[in-house]
């Protein structure tokens, strides 16, 4: 049974990852001062590498013309004074160009990166950094810091929060507060934990945020104010700090990760793209319901019909906040509670992936999903 953590072991868990943190970062001996923390910085492309056709086309640009080695040459010598930053050119494209193949290969690139490094920026498009976000938090292996940023308007408009962003961003790694945090996404000054941020508007700067959970914290010129911490520093220092998606070990032998779609419901939605998905070869499906995860009838029977056939459901809701429960009695569909359907996607993909026990994965839904703070 889970319980919400009671506030004397809430504070004790921060200070665990307080201290931890803070050891990591531990002064070399017989030179005087604390030698500068080294931040590999991994460019991925989207708005922040943007070219605007002149300096006020905020959005008629061309994204991912800049590479990150020039972004990052651009903020000297004001970053040389935080950390000794490296880059790394991933790709250059948009966010939403990139594939689930992609993906595993970029958590290879962090993994790599933080073996050499005390901490890694990454740098995406906005449009789906949500999930580069979350498939990060849920398949790099380091407890070391992990900050994604972006931007809304392109490296070369007048007003641009690109540069900010990226300076920011290495701030926060090479400060290593956010040590055990998992990964974590740095714009607008706010930074968010990558279980909880969603983008919420498709033009505003101040678009992400946490819902009701909140921003972990703000950075304020030279102050960092991380004000709470996501759920999984109770774990810090032990090896159940790491999710069981191990993509080394779950894809050893070159096989394709699992196929997951999301299947949105309406008003008389059909059950037509459920089956659709199901015919084609899904080993999952979500589904993006109304209210608390209801589905329309002609859905309802069609993914009937695709448990029959071997499909795994999870069930969430389109509305954007709130938690879909689920029945343990129901085969076949497991309850995503507050996660958005894009990131239900994700951790069924990493779960089909990781084994096929039912059982097992509604645990993972019910424990890596909701990510609360345990007693024990």
């Known amino acids: 049974m889970r319980i919400v953590h009671r ?13 931890t943190a803070l050891s990591s970062a531990s002064a070399q001996p017989g030179n005087g001062k604390e030698e500068l923390p080294e931040v590999a910085v991994i460019g991925t492309g989207g708005t922040i590498s943007g070219v605007s056709t002149d300096r006020v086309s905020f959005q008629n640009y061309q994204s991912g013309k800049l590479a990150i080695s020039k972004m990052v040459d651009e903020l000297r010598p004001e ?10 050119q991933f790709g250059n494209k948009g966010s939403g160009g990139y594939s689930i193949a992609d993906y595993r290969k970029l958590t290879a690139s962090v993994d790599a990166a933080l073996k050499k490094s005390d901490a890694v920026v990454v740098t995406t498009g906005t449009d789906t950094m949500e999930e580069f976000a979350y498939w990060l938090d849920l398949t790099v292996r380091s407890d070391k810091p992990v900050v994604l940023t972006g931007s809304m308007r392109p490296w070369t408009v007048i007003g641009t929060d690109a540069p900010a962003n990226l300076y920011n961003a290495i701030k926060l790694a090479a400060s290593r507060k956010t040590k055990c945090y998992g990964t974590v996404v740095m714009l607008n000054d706010e930074v968010q934990a990558a279980r909880e941020v969603r983008k919420t508007d498709a033009l505003r700067m101040d678009t992400f945020t946490s819902g009701s959970s909140g921003r972990l914290g703000v950075i304020d010129q030279d102050n960092i104010r991380l004000n709470r911490a996501p759920a999984r520093v109770e774990s810090c220092g032990r090896s159940s700090w790491r999710t069981p998606f191990d993509l080394d070990r779950i894809t050893k032998d070159g096989k394709a990760l699992p196929k997951v779609e999301i299947a949105y419901s ?15 070869g899904a080993d999952g499906i979500v589904t993006a319901g109304t209210g608390a995860g209801g589905i329309s009838p002609a859905m309802s029977t069609a993914r009937t019909e695709a448990v029959k056939k071997g499909v795994t459901f999870t069930s969430t809701t389109r509305t954007g906040s709130g938690a879909v429960y689920g029945s343990t009695s129901t085969t076949g569909v497991i309850g995503a509670e507050d996660l958005t359907p894009q990131k239900a996607r994700l951790l069924l993909l990493l779960s089909l992936a990781a084994t096929d026990d039912e059982k097992q994965i509604r645990e993972w839904f019910a424990t890596l999903g909701t990510a609360q703070f345990t007693e024990g």
């Open 7 to 19: 506030t004397a072991a809430l504070f004790s868990t921060f200070a665990v990852a307080a201290v």
């Open 266 to 280: 309406y008003q008389d939605a059909g059950g037509e793209a459920v089956k659709a998905f199901a015919d084609s």
């Open 79 to 88: 970053v040389d004074g935080l950390a000794k930053v490296t880059t790394e």
